[in-house]
């Protein structure tokens, strides 16, 4: 994703990609400031929709004068940092009661406008980040914990620092990197068969059936 700066002036209020200089969105007059702004990036369903909100609602813009949708802040979740997924087909953000909300960018485009998806519950604090990856959403918050979730189901719980939130990273469709204790930064395979060749290729012995439950590899 492009990252986009806020533009104030006497006569316009908008956004402008720090790639390009040019103007990608023009804010809403209804709303009061901006929380956090991402901008689709080239070559993506989502290219050139800007995504917006102001802690209360969530705007989606298509060129700088086009409003494509908007949702107000569900049942008190406000809404924290935007986080656009690998393929910018979707964008997820967290909220300040532990919830994470995921929007469809790429059905904004061909007319599927949906209501975003609301997982409740998702981190013991606010939830700081969140990245959709293909099937897979991916949460760190509050509670110093990086949670994968699948439709729903926690499918990875992966305790970090104490202490400090994890920032999440998507370096592919399946990999995430994130910053633990020390400044050390870690790499969170998604792919099972990926996972498990590669923690085969680094340890020199049979994988304890603890590891296997940890990491949720299929050891059998």
């Known amino acids: ?17 720090l790639a390009t ?37 969530i705007v989606a813009l298509d060129g700088p004068n086009s409003e494509l949708a908007r949702w107000d ?29 995921v929007v469809d960018l790429a059905g904004l485009r061909d007319g599927r406008i949906t209501d975003p998806v609301l997982l409740e519950g998702v981190s ?11 099937e897979l959403t991916v949460t760190s918050g509050g509670g110093q914990q990086i949670r994968v979730w699948d439709a729903g189901e926690l499918v990875v719980d992966v305790e970090t620092n104490p202490g400090r939130t994890a920032a999440l990273v998507a370096l592919a469709d399946d990999e995430i990197l994130y910053q633990d204790e020390g400044g050390v930064l870690r790499r969170l395979i998604l792919d ?4 498990a060749e590669l923690a085969r290729t680094r340890v020199q012995r049979v994988l304890t059936p603890e590891e296997c439950e940890r990491f949720a590899l299929d050891c059998a």
């Open 1 to 17: 994703m492009d990252e986009v700066a806020e533009l104030e002036g006497a006569a316009r209020r908008g956004f402008v990609s």
């Open 21 to 57: 200089g040019e103007l990608v969105g023009e804010l809403p007059g209804d709303l009061d400031w901006i929380g956090d702004a991402i901008v689709g990036p080239p070559g993506s369903p989502s290219e050139g929709v800007v995504v917006v909100h102001d802690f209360g609602r």
């Open 73 to 101: 802040a569900l049942d008190g979740h406000v809404p924290l940092i935007l986080s656009p997924s690998f393929d910018g087909t979707q964008v997820g953000v967290g909220d300040q009661l532990g919830g994470a909300v």
């Open 124 to 134: 013991d604090g606010p939830t700081h980040s969140t990245l959709v990856l293909g």
């Open 192 to 195: 099972d068969e990926r996972l």
